[in-house]
C-alpha cells in the first residue's frame, strides 16, 4: 500500500467554553468523584487487563489526581483548606538547600511566635493607667526584629 500524500487531520470537535456556576461545578464534580469511587475506569491510573479497566490506587500509593480532585470539590463548596501536607512529601528538595524539613521547623518557629505571650514591656502601664507611648514600643520592635535578623544571619 503506498501513501499518496499527508494523512488527513482526524476530524475537530469545537466545543463551547461558557463559564458556569461553582454550584453547577461542584455538582458534575461531585458525580465524578462519587462514580470515580467504584468504576476504576473513571480512575486516572487505571490499567487496562484482558477483564477489563483495573484501579491500580492502594491505601499506601493513593491517586493524587483524585485527591486533587476532592480538595477542589471542597474549595467549590466553600470550605478553607490549608497547605496540603500530602504534596510537601513529594515536592522536590529547593535549589537553595532548603528542604521539608527546614520548611517544618519554620511552619512550627512561626506558630510558636504566634503562640508567645504578649511582651511584657508593652503591658507595662505608667502612672496614668496609660500603655508605653506609641513610638517606643516601635522602636523595641525595630530593635528586635533587627536582633532577630542579625541572629538568623549568624545561625
Known sequence: MSINGPSPLPPTTLTSNTPIPQSTASAYLSAYLDRASTDPALQPN???????????????????????????????AGEVLG???????MEPEPENGEG???????????????????????ME????????????????????????????ARG
Open 100 to 122: 521539608v524539613y527546614e520548611a517544618g521547623q519554620e511552619q512550627e518557629r512561626v506558630v510558636e511566635e504566634k503562640e508567645k505571650p504578649v511582651d511584657m514591656e508593652m
Open 46 to 76: 487505571a490499567s487496562i487487563s484482558e477483564h477489563g479497566p483495573v484501579s491500580r490506587t492502594t491505601a499506601s500509593a493513593p491517586n493524587l489526581i483524585l485527591h486533587n480532585l476532592k480538595r477542589v470539590q471542597a474549595g467549590l
Open 83 to 89: 497547605r496540603d501536607l500530602t504534596m510537601i512529601r
Open 125 to 152: 502601664m505608667d502612672g496614668e493607667g496609660e500603655g508605653v507611648d506609641k513610638e517606643e514600643r516601635k522602636r523595641k520592635k525595630k530593635e528586635r526584629r533587627l536582633a532577630e535578623k542579625k541572629a538568623k
